[in-house]
Each structure stands twice: as C-alpha cells, then as structure tokens.
C-alpha cells in the first residue's frame, strides 16, 4: 500500500497562460469588484429608500442585488489574492464549493421566479396583487434560498467526504466540484454523477420554465390593442431577459461545447464570476425609469440637507 500525506490545504493553479500580467489583471477585477459592490448597494438603497419602488418586481431586484454582491465576493476576492498566493485552505475551499454552488442556484431559481412576477403582471393585470401579494412573495424568495442551500450542501459534502491523500493542486482558479473531485484517491463516479445532474438540470429546468413565461407574455402582448401599452410591457420585460442572457448564455455554451479549449473556456467563465454581477444594476438602472427617478431623488434630498444650516 503506497504512502499518501492526507490533503490539509490546496493550491490553485490560477488563471492559464497570464504569465507577467498579474498587476493588469489584479486592477481588471478589482475595478469590477468595487463596481459591482457601488452598483448594487446603490440599488439596493434607491429600493428600500423610494416607497414607490415596494413592489413584487423591485422586492426581487433587491434580492438579486444581495445574491450579486455575494457571488462577486466569494470569488473575485479570491481571485485577486491569487494572483500572487494560490494556496487555499481545506475550510477555505469547502466554503468556495457551498457558496459558489448556493448563490449561484439561487440565482437561478431567482430569474424563474421574476419571470413568474413578469408574466403575472402582464398575463393577469387586474388579479396580479392577488396572486402577487407580499405573502406569496416572501414564500417565493425564502424558497429560493432554503432550495438552493439544501441542493449546495448536498454538492459540497459529496465532494469533501471523498479521501484526498494525493495531489493538491487544483487546476482552475477557485474551488470548484469538478477541478477538486480529480484529485480524490476513491471512486468520484456518484459526486460526478450526481453534480453533472444537478448542475444541468437546475438551471434547464429554470431556462424552460422562463421561456414558457416569455411566450405567454408575448402572446399577451401580440393580443394588445393599445401601442403604449404594448410598450409598456416590453420595457418592463426587457431588462429581465438581457440579464437572463447574460446569466444562462455562458453557461449553455460551457456545457453544450465541453470541448472548449482553455483559451475560449477560460475568458467565459470569468466573464460569468467578474463581469455579469456588475451587468445586472447597470442594465436596470439604464432601462429602468423608475429607478433612475429613485436615485435622482436621492440626490436631491442629499444636496437640499447639505445646503439646511447645521
């Protein structure tokens, strides 16, 4: 029986061929950082700040900044420091696997969800409060997160209870099921069975659900008598589905084309871990008339208790 040290720490191999780029890239991401963090929290208080924006829709915007802003701070960080130290404790990684895999399926579940709201306000305008209220909102949002934890931590201890006596070093730059299950010295067929499954199917079964939304809505809108309010509706659909295309649109194309190489592979999933969290406050706050009523609002009030005599 060969001699194995037993894994305490690994290290990720990082980002490939980045040779003598660390310091161009370390600003890249940070600027994306602080912009996603600046975008978001903006969002967030321009909602819970303006009374007019409590509703159903903005109530899931709201949580979808908080899910951005986790999803950006538990790899981008990473990701910086790695630049330069690429060692990751065992508790570390494990933390990465749950709140990757947690975030990123509430995420999805999330776009179902604002579909639903969508598809109720356009579809059923004058019961929408009704099967809209607050209540079905909170249960909708709660379910999000309790099933994305439950399917997170399902992932997360399939993977951590395999023995890692080997090799610790991780080809990818953050921990992930796939990278790290490579390196367990035992039978990885039902972790790898049961995470290509639920990887693939969560967010299938989400992008069907909200095209099946999409096409009652453009039924609906087809069926319209008035252009305004035809408009309407387009607007108000317009900046859920750019974010839908952002969001499952790297991922279709990751896990229909497994033979990417690197090159290709590589730049589409930082652009799904840097750049599509900072995506989501811009698109709404570009599209959105309502949140840019908001945030003048608030400028208004900040510069008229600036000039009031202390």
Partial sequence: MENHSVVTHFILLGIPHTEGLHTILFIIFLAFYLCTLLGNLLIMIAIISGSHLHTPMYFFLCNLSVLDIGFSSISTPKMLTNLWSRTISWGGCMSQV??????????????????????????????????????????????????????????????????????????????????VVKLACADTLIIETVSFTNIGVVPMVCFLLILMSYVRIACSVVKMRSAESRRKAASTCAAHLTVVCFFFGPCALLYTQPSLTDVLATPIQIFCNVVTPMMNPVIYTLRNKEVQAAFKRMKGSKIQSSLQPS
């Fill in 98 to 179: 749950f709140f990757y895999h947690f975030l990123g399926s509430t995420e999805c579940l999330l776009y179902t969800v604002m579909a639903y709201d969508r598809y109720a306000a356009i579809c059923h305008p004058l019961r929408y409060t009704v099967i809209m209220n607050w209540k079905v909102c909170t249960v909708l949002a709660a379910g999000t997160w309790f099933t994305s934890s439950f399917h997170a931590t399902i992932l997360t201890s399939l993977t951590f209870t395999l023995p890692y006596c080997g090799s610790n070093e991780v080809d990818y730059f953050l921990c992930d099921i796939f990278p």
